[in-house]
Every structure is written in C-alpha cells, then in structure tokens.
C-alpha cells in the first residue's frame, strides 16, 4: 500500500520569501502525485499534478514541484510567496492504471505567510 | 465546472442519533467518495463508490455505512453517532476510467456529536 509523509505540519514564511514544503512517498509501483490546497473554510482544490512526462510541474499562481523518483519525493516550492498562498497543502499519491479512486492524502502544512 | 454540494455546511448531534450526510455532484462522475478531515492526520477515506450500487470500503470504514441509488449522489450514514465521529467531512468525485483522475470536492460538512 501507498503512504505519504508531510514531514512539516506547520511552515510560518515572510511575505516575498521563499518556500519547500516537503512530500515524500512510499510505493512499489509508478505512481501519480498530487498537490491539493485548502484555503481557509473552503474544500480542497487541485494545485497541480505529476502524471508522467517532464518531472518538473507548475501550477498557475507561481507554486512548481518536481518528481523524483530516486528519492521519492515530490516537494512544493514557490520562489516568492503573498499573502493570499496562506493555506493548508496536502500531498496526495495514487497508484496504478485506473486513476485516482484511491487517493491517499499526507496529514498536510498549513502555511501561514508573515507580513 | 464541476459541482460536488453538500448539503449540510455544519450539523450538531447527539449520541446514538442517526445522521445522513448527502452529496450531490453535477457532472456526471463516474467515482464518488466520502473522506474525513481531522487536524494532524489529514484526510482519510471512509467509503467510495465506482458506480450505482457499487461501494467499497476505504481505510477507516467502521462506524459508517454508504448508499448510491443515483449516480449524481452519494451519501454517508452514521448508523448510531459517536463523539468520536466529530469532524470535518468531506465528499468527492471524479471522472472515472482510466488515466488519472483529479478529484473535485464539496466544501464540507462539519459534524459535531455530543
């Protein structure tokens, strides 16, 4: 079975800082990951994905994360981060050929940016 | 776009109460889930379903059952609430087949058992 592991359950940042939140994984099979974010009171959303392909992803408002397979890890990183990227991250891993249907989530970040 | 809805944004029970959590979702999805949020331990699935009719357990499915009659809507019973059942839950679904599937969710339905 899948696990994940979000090692930082809490990252305070300064406004225009940089950021890595960390996501490490377990499987003996290829995988897909993914990163939802969950802005405060609302569901979560899907901040971007790795299917195949470039190991490298981004998402539309700055936030990348890269796959690595040796190190099993798919960390989130923004170079610059605002105010409005207060949130609560979660990494997701699922395996197999049929997609998601089981997505198993980390215990998740929150990210909390500093004026 | 999508729409997983909810009905209930916050519900207050009492223990040994029956309560039916509901999920509606719009653009007919194949896949619907049922997970539950609590703070340290992320998010973990209860239930899901790949069809009408069709459930699976998920990681933590003792004190819950699930119903699909329709394909649009999917929904959670706590046959007899517990104060351990306090929590955030949350619905999802995706498109199904294969290839993989983001999964779009419901905004919660926050459950406090007394």
């Known amino acids: 079975a899948q696990s994940v592991t979000q090692l930082d359950s809490q990252v305070p940042v300064f406004e225009e800082a940089p950021v890595e939140l960390r996501c490490n994984y377990s499987?003996?099979?290829?995988?897909?990951l993914f990163w939802y974010v969950q802005y405060p009171n609302q569901g979560l959303q899907l901040l971007l994905k790795?299917?195949?392909?470039?190991?490298l992803v981004e998402s539309i408002n700055g936030f990348e994360a890269e796959f690595n397979k040796s190190q099993t890890s798919f960390h989130l990183r923004k170079p610059s981060v605002h105010i409005s990227d207060t949130a609560e991250y979660f990494c997701?891993?699922?395996?197999?050929?049929?997609?998601?249907?089981?997505?198993?989530f980390g215990t998740g970040t929150r990210l909390t940016i500093i004026p | 776009d999508v729409k997983v809805t909810q009905s209930s944004r916050y519900l207050v029970k009492r223990t040994g109460e029956k309560v039916f959590l509901e999920c509606v979702q719009d653009?007919?999805?194949?896949?619907m889930f049922w997970y539950r949020q609590d703070p340290g331990l992320g998010l973990r699935l209860i239930y899901f379903?790949?069809?009408?009719?069709?459930?699976e357990k998920g990681d933590i499915p003792e004190g819950y059952s699930v119903s699909r009659e329709k394909k649009e809507r999917f929904s959670l019973i706590l046959e007899s609430a517990s104060t351990n059942q306090t929590s955030m839950y949350l619905c999802?679904?995706?498109?199904?087949?294969?290839?993989?599937?983001?999964?779009?969710f419901g905004a919660g339905s926050r459950l406090t058992v007394l």
């Open positions: 999802a679904s995706s498109l199904g087949g294969r290839g993989a599937n983001v999964l779009t």
């Open positions: 499987s003996s099979v290829s995988v897909y």
């Open positions: 790795y299917l195949s392909g470039s190991t």
């Open positions: 997701a891993v699922s395996v197999g050929n049929f997609g998601n249907e089981k997505l198993t």
């Open positions: 653009m007919d999805h194949e896949n």
């Open positions: 379903s790949y069809d009408v009719k069709m459930k």
